[in-house]
Structure formats: structure tokens, C-alpha cells
């Protein structure tokens, strides 16, 4: 298993095509979900991050041979209103499908200095990587 630490901000059994989410991306409705990719496909997740109040966003990957992070994450600010000092902010994540398999991502979202505390969100989901048509 692998731990993707990034500052600053089941049961899954319901199948949703890469075309059908990856047009904008995922969010926080991917939870509790599985997710269908070719090999060799980067796809993003975005998640409201409350960074300005200390919590941060942390990535577990259960195989990393079938999907990693592909970059560290970024963020920007929600929304076109103005910046305020405890605004929400947006993390997006960058992973990308690496062989045939399936793994599970969870990422929760905390204060780390809180230990024993539960996380203020947490999203969870399975990928499944199927053997792309133009692979071979």
C-alpha cells in the first residue's frame, strides 16, 4: 500500500464509465464507487479542501503498480468571488492507470497534528484497469 501525503488541502460495486466521468473529472461523488479505465489513462480527481484551516488531503493507493499519482496535486481557489482568508479551496489530484488490475484509493481529509481524531471528510473508491483495445 502506498501513502501520498499532500498539505494544504466498502462497498463498491457500482460501475461507471471512463467517458461517462472523465469529461470534468471526478469529485467527492466517486465515494463508495468503482471507476472503469483503459491502461496507460490519467484521470483527476478534485476535492474542496479547507486548507486555510489547517487540514490537509492524504492519498492511500492499495497497488501502485496499477495506479499512482502521476504529479503532486494542485490547487486553486473555489469559485470567481473574491479570495478570503478561510476561503475554500480546491485540491485536484492527478493519477494515471498503469497495468490491468484493480486497487482502491482513499483519501482523507484532516488536521494531522489531531491524532486519534477522526478526519473532518474522507473519499473512497476502487479503480478498475481494463486492457485498452489500442494497447496492443
Request: net charge negative; hydrophobic share 40%.
Amino acid at each position: 500500500m502506498a501513502l501520498c501525503v499532500c498539505l494544504g488541502s466498502g462497498g463498491c460495486n457500482e460501475l461507471t464509465a471512463p467517458d461517462e466521468i472523465d469529461a470534468e473529472g471526478l469529485d467527492a461523488t466517486v465515494d463508495g464507487k468503482t471507476v472503469v479505465y483503459p491502461e496507460r489513462k490519467k484521470f483527476t480527481l478534485q476535492l474542496d479542501s479547507w486548507a486555510d484551516a489547517g487540514y490537509s488531503w492524504d492519498c492511500e493507493i492499495s497497488d501502485t503498480l496499477i495506479v499512482g499519482m502521476f504529479g503532486p496535486p494542485t490547487y486553486r481557489q473555489k469559485g470567481d468571488g473574491p479570495i478570503v482568508v478561510g476561503g475554500l479551496s480546491v485540491a485536484t489530484f492527478t493519477f494515471i492507470t498503469k497495468k490491468p488490475g484493480k486497487c482502491q484509493l482513499r483519501l482523507i481529509e484532516h488536521q494531522r497534528w489531531m491524532v486519534g481524531v477522526a478526519p473532518r471528510d474522507s473519499v473512497q473508491f476502487s479503480v478498475s484497469v481494463i486492457i485498452s483495445a489500442t494497447a496492443h
